[in-house]
Nanobody, 114 residues
């Protein structure tokens, strides 16, 4: 199993970014996918999740209305569209799935700063 994130970077407050996570090594369309983030000195937290077919999504309260998780099962890719970014969104963002065990990507840094 391999999860490879991309799309992070430096953005000004109020800006937008789209993160991508491309998966391989398992039947992507059979598993829920999640985005987590970890800020310096803080525990890793669940940001958003999406079911296998994408019919149901859930979000951490602080990102509701600003972030959108989606997936393209034909491309084995899950996305996190982030808008109205705030400095407190600064963190390393990780893609995650659970098949027989937890699998994590390497993370992509998102920095929101003027």
């Amino acid at each position: 199993v391999q999860l490879v994130e991309s799309g992070g970077g430096l953005v000004q407050p109020g800006g937008s970014l789209r993160l991508s996570c491309t998966a391989s090594g398992f039947a992507f369309s059979n598993y829920a996918m999640r985005w987590y983030r970890q800020a310096p000195g803080k525990e890793r937290e669940l940001v958003a999740s999406i079911t296998r077919a994408g019919g149901s999504t859930n979000y951490e309260d602080s990102v509701k209305g600003r972030f959108t998780i989606s997936r393209d099962n034909a491309k084995n890719t899950v996305y996190l569209q982030m808008s109205s970014l705030k400095p407190e969104d600064t963190a390393v963002y990780y893609c995650h799935t659970f098949t027989v065990k937890n699998y994590w990507g390497q993370g992509t840094q998102v920095t929101v700063s003027s």
